[in-house]
């Protein structure tokens, strides 16, 4: 982790502009074709959320601003980010994972497996890893979503929020999900959130 010195920062007036926000977030759903990730997934019998959410990970490591987050009312990097994600046990609850990020797909999918066992074996909601050095995601695939408004604990908050809807195939060879974007605005601009929407879909067509 890197603190930022806060007097030397390009960022700094933003910074301070929207820490005194009551809730500095905002948010933009992106729709996101999948149809390359999704039949690469199905012939290689692959966890299809799996596979997506590494090529999140990945634009997100990729991203210098969605690793920054707030400590103390100061800006902070951290070298790695890592996936909190939400994972339903059978009888539809869910609990909170802590998913170790990893560039090599096949660690990142047996980390996920793990958390999953994790889960369904537990009632607690919370795993007993819960630092800043995450995105907070859930998949939401029942609903093709075009909108989406996440949570506000009303504490202060800088962890960037994803939500993933329901898979919609356009055509016969075209399938598309939309992605719930949602960021801090005193750490992360628009611009910052094309780049990751660029490189999120440049890992999924790869």
């Known amino acids: 982790m890197i603190n ?7 960022r700094k007036s933003l910074y301070e502009h929207f820490l005194r926000f009551k809730d500095p977030y905002f948010g933009v759903t992106v729709p996101f074709d999948l149809s390359f990730a999704y039949n690469k997934a199905k012939q290689e019998k692959r966890s299809f ?35 909190s994600a939400t994972i ?9 994972s802590f998913i170790n990020f990893d560039p090599d797909l096949e660690v990142f999918l ?10 369904e074996h537990s009632d607690q909601l919370f795993p007993a890893i819960n630092g800043l050095d995450c995105i907070h995601c ?5 609903v093709n979503f075009s909108g989406h408004k996440e ?24 399938i598309q999900m939309n992605t719930a974007i949602n960021v801090n605005h005193a750490l992360v601009d628009g611009y910052h959130v094309e780049q990751f929407c660029e490189k999120f879909q440049h890992y999924l067509n790869s």
């Open 4 to 10: 930022i010195n806060l007097e030397n920062w390009h």
């Open 49 to 83: 959320f799996g596979v997506y959410l590494h090529a999140c990970m990945l634009a997100v490591n990729e991203v210098p601003e969605f690793k920054l987050r707030i400590i103390d009312d100061l800006p902070v990097k951290f070298d790695t980010i890592h996936a």
């Open 88 to 96: 339903m046990r059978a009888d539809k609850t869910f609990g909170f």
């Open 110 to 119: 047996q980390n996920i497996s793990s958390e999953k066992r994790r889960i």
């Open 138 to 142: 859930s998949a939401i695939p029942w």
């Open 151 to 174: 949570p506000v604990s009303g504490q202060r908050d800088s962890i960037p929020k994803f939500a993933f809807s329901k898979i919609e195939h356009l055509s016969k060879n075209k």
